[in-house]
């Protein structure tokens, strides 16, 4: 069973009076219990089973504008204090920085809680086999899908108390469910993978297993016999899967951290149009049931809706308490990062777009970490599948993409077929003028 | 004797006994105990950014029948926890008729000293070096705009037990420091990262200024990057410089060459053993066993002592990295692969340090023989696709190649290649083998494990370049 609230609060409370009897100025606490159960199956056979039960306190303590941290997983009374008085001890040896402190009393959340994060719902681990069985059931279905990478499902269940000596205590339970199936296509002698996965909230809002096992087969079918294309700079369609990753790396570009060191292509661009003038991008924490929202951030600050992006122009930075002081802004709930971001949606349909252009290369893949968010420079490997006419002819592989985000930003085109799939999320995408490296 | 129990109602008497009750019908399983601690000292923007500690122990226990693994694991190390995990272990493997295998080799080698790193020096003198480090890098040059340096250290401790009462203990140090700096001239920004570490004290990297070649090597590397133009885009010839580049091997073969991948057919690699899958004069090994390096281990997360496992001789697939489950369901042994990022997490087979050995050509000669390509001396980071064998990796620092010369450094690019046929295109093999700094972190679903790499260098082929200029 997960820990209820009156657990954790004891913790929390113990770490917090215990800093103050021995120097802190303030402190801040957070203790998290996490339950999480899964299986995972393989060729359609039980393959192994995990349970994980973990237990964690992690405090800071400022003794004025000096601070520390520890973190532990023994909540035993002895254990307790020998950290608490780690942490101060440490805390008096580390210089002072005159932005640390507590996040002001007045951003505090306070309020009601009723996104419905919580789904009471327990499948016993033979339910979760089967859900998950049935998916590798449907794939297998299909001539061409000889093996599967493994396929899986879990069930996670938190609660935590976040809590500070300005009077800050509160906290509550989440639930996340995920399956998520693996398998390899073979034809020809070539070898591919693919994945579907769902995950969500509240087990009812789960993709059904026959959706994730048909749309895994499907894809890793349709990477078979892949040829090389010839370098080239053409227009890419970026899928929903990939396209969020660009979106992710835009809002890593204007968090006040980067913001404030100016590592970032987005240093003074607040005001300036950064992306065409169809572009909209929202953050926004209280969605019910999804997979970003929260009610308050890692400081216990409440998390105003952003409009981050308008018309094409930045709006806002994603601001916490520490760098956000540097650049003279209070912060607006951003020091777990964004919550549920998204593009809103173009106005093209998804087939408009794949007919924009007589040759187009439509990205399902991306591989390596090649965003750079000092320079906005931007180089991945792919595969994909080539549109031709508006027909999705063969699979691609083996090539890199690259561009630079300056350029590519406002070249964005969304079409019109936006999901609450991942916590970010945007429509399918198509990016003209990248550079395609091949043969 | 364990010093697990001290603080708890479990003694080791009770402790083997919830373990051979659980697994006397289970093939194989252990109880994993471990207690870590750690910290994370980041400068960042000229001030201490962040100072942390953590202390974490738990343990993890698990049974295997067949190919089925169950596994649990809790930070409350008490008997009652215990004989939970015990139970819920016994009804995942509900008609378990297994004979456990208690055979496990001995050993008493040791590749790294008892140490705490992070106790034996105090945070305040940690502090202090990361402030000079600080100060030293902004004054190599006025185009130093940003510096962000870390201390992370680590003493992991750990005990396995199993059925019987065999009991295998480990202690293992881990340092690493790094530094970053950002330089900016005419309003263009690069960065120039570097870092070194090991199973040692801080120490031995900072005696006699050490330090310093740490900061001067980030800037030498962010300058470089300054002057860089587009990269070119498409098929050429690449040379790659010794030491770190070796990520190339862990990415294009190692991953494929792990036991669980070949156990479970979905490697390009797992009906190639016996035949050749690299030219001539290619020799790959796996190798646990090397003083103080950040991929190496006395006994494995299995404990089974580790040892220098040959991958391919001369071009030959001859082996394959295991741990107990895949080494027993393949009919071979444990090559003492078996390895976790902790009690939280399951055993796989992972690599240690994995390297290329000499050859006899020199860089020079690589050089000269092209007319057009790239030479990459330093890379970020790389992935692979098992299944599909592509891999990528992208530079950090590298040039053109134009006629036999090295020309201007070239902007950051990924680099794609295709592990079976790529290690069939290396045409020269160098005589040069470095090894990497020590600061290589491998991921592998979803657990970080320190490995190590190290080459000498080569020359390829064809690989495709990802850059922007056609």
């Known amino acids: ?439 | 004797m364990s010093s697990f129990f001290k603080n708890t109602d479990l003694d080791i008497n009770k402790a083997e006994k919830i373990v051979s009750e659980t697994l006397n019908k289970c093939d194989d399983g252990e109880l994993y105990l471990e207690d870590t601690k750690s910290e994370s000292i980041v400068l960042d923007d000229n001030k201490i950014k962040s100072s942390n500690y953590t202390k974490d122990s738990g343990y993890g226990f698990r049974a295997i029948n067949g190919d089925v693994v169950a596994y649990s694991h809790s930070n409350e190390i008490s008997e009652k926890s215990l004989r939970n995990s015990g139970k819920n272990l016994k009804s995942t493997l509900k008609n378990s008729e297994g004979i456990y295998n208690s055979e496990i080799k001995k050993t008493n080698q040791k590749f790294y000293n008892d140490l705490d790193p992070v106790d034996e020096k105090n945070l305040a003198d940690k502090i202090k070096i990361l402030n000079e480090i600080n100060e030293y890098s902004r004054s190599i040059s006025g185009s130093v705009k940003q510096v962000t340096a870390n201390f992370l250290g680590e003493r992991k401790n750990i005990e396995i037990l199993r059925c019987g009462g065999e009991l295998l203990k480990d202690s293992r140090p881990l340092v690493r420091i790094n530094v970053s700096v950002m330089v900016e001239k005419n309003g263009r920004k690069e960065t120039g990262v570097y870092g070194v570490g090991g199973r040692q004290s801080y120490d031995e990297f900072l005696k006699n200024d050490d330090w310093k070649k740490i900061c001067d090597e980030a800037y030498r590397i962010a300058t470089t990057n300054l002057e860089s133009k587009a990269s070119p885009a498409g098929e050429m010839k690449v040379v790659l410089g010794p030491g770190w580049p070796a990520i190339l091997i862990h990415e294009a073969v190692g991953h494929g060459l792990e036991g669980d991948f070949n156990r479970k057919k979905t490697s390009v690699f797992h009906d190639l053993v016996g035949k050749k899958v690299a030219s001539d004069g290619v020799t790959i090994i796996d190798d646990g066993t090397i003083d103080k390096r950040r991929g190496s281990l006395n006994i494995d997360d299995e404990g089974t002592p580790t040892e220098k496992t040959v991958l391919i001789e001369n071009g030959i697939l001859k082996n394959f990295m295991q741990d107990r489950l895949n080494a027993r369901l393949m009919n071979t042994k444990s090559t003492g692969n078996g390895r976790r990022e902790s009690y939280k997490h399951i055993v796989m087979p992972r690599m240690r340090n994995t390297i290329m050995l000499n050859g006899k050509n020199t860089q020079d000669e690589m050089i000269k023989s092209v007319d057009k390509g790239i030479f990459a001396v330093s890379f970020g980071g790389g992935q692979v696709d098992i299944t599909s064998g592509k891999f990528v990796f992208s530079c950090t620092e590298a040039y053109e190649i134009i006629n036999g010369k090295i020309g201007s450094p070239i902007k950051g690019a990924t680099l794609i290649g295709d592990g079976p046929s790529s290690l069939k295109e290396v045409l020269m093999v160098g005589n040069d083998m470095m090894l990497d700094p020590g600061i290589g972190t491998c991921g592998k679903a979803g657990q970080g494990v320190p490995v190590g790499v190290g080459q000498p260098s080569l020359l390829i082929d064809k690989m495709t370049v990802g850059g922007t200029q056609i």
């Open chain 1, 1 to 439: 069973m997960i820990k209820e609230d009156r657990f954790l609060e004891k913790i929390a409370d113990f770490c917090i009076s215990k800093s103050k009897d021995l120097g802190s100025t303030s402190s801040n606490v957070l203790v998290m219990n996490t339950i999480s159960e899964n299986v995972n199956i393989r060729n359609k056979k039980l393959d192994g089973s995990e349970r994980s039960e973990n237990l964690g306190v992690t405090l800071t303590t400022y003794i004025g504008k000096k601070k520390a941290s520890i973190s532990s997983t023994n909540f035993s009374e002895n254990n307790l204090i020998e950290l608490v008085t780690r942490c101060i001890d440490s805390t008096k040896v580390t210089p002072e920085d005159e932005y640390n402190s507590l996040p002001d009393q007045e951003l505090h959340f306070k309020g009601e809680k009723n996104l419905d994060l919580y789904d009471i719902t327990h499948l016993s681990n033979d339910e979760k086999i089967n859900f998950i069985k049935e998916a590798e059931e449907v794939a297998f279905s299909h001539d061409k899908i000889v093996n599967t990478n493994g396929s899986g499902f879990s069930e996670t269940k938190s609660n935590f108390i976040l809590a500070n000596s300005n009077g800050f205590s509160d906290g509550y339970k989440t639930s996340q469910f995920t399956a998520y199936c693996e398998v390899v296509s073979k034809s020809n002698g070539s070898m591919e993978r693919d994945y579907e996965y769902s995950s969500k909230r509240h087990f009812k809002d789960l993709l059904t297993p026959k959706q994730i096992g048909e749309s895994a087969a499907k894809m890793a079918i349709s990477k078979l016999n892949p040829k090389k294309i010839e370098s080239n700079k053409m227009g890419i369609v970026f899928d929903k899967r990939i396209a969020q990753n660009l979106l992710s790396t835009f809002a890593s570009a204007i968090s006040s951290n980067t913001i404030s060191k100016g590592t970032t292509f987005l240093k003074d661009s607040l005001n300036k149009k950064i992306f065409n003038d169809q572009i909209n991008i929202i953050d926004k924490a209280n969605i019910k049931k999804a997979n970003g929202s929260r009610y308050f951030d890692s400081e216990g600050v409440r998390i105003e809706d952003l409009k981050l992006v308008k018309n094409g122009i930045l709006k806002d930075y994603l601001v916490e308490t520490y760098s956000g002081k540097k650049i003279n802004r209070k912060s607006n709930g951003r020091s777990s990062g964004t919550t549920n971001l998204y593009f809103e949606n173009g106005d093209q349909s998804f087939d408009q777009l794949i007919n924009s252009e007589k040759k187009l290369l439509f990205i399902k893949e991306t591989i390596g970490r090649g965003a750079n968010i000092i320079t906005g420079d931007y180089s991945v490997g792919a595969s994909g599948i080539m549109i031709e006419n508006g027909k999705f002819t063969f699979p691609v592989s083996e090539i890199t993409i690259a561009g630079n985000f300056n350029e590519m930003f406002k070249n964005i085109i969304l079409a019109d077929d936006l999901e609450f799939k991942y916590s970010t999320n945007s429509p399918t995408m198509l990016v003209n003028g990248i550079t395609v490296g091949g043969k």
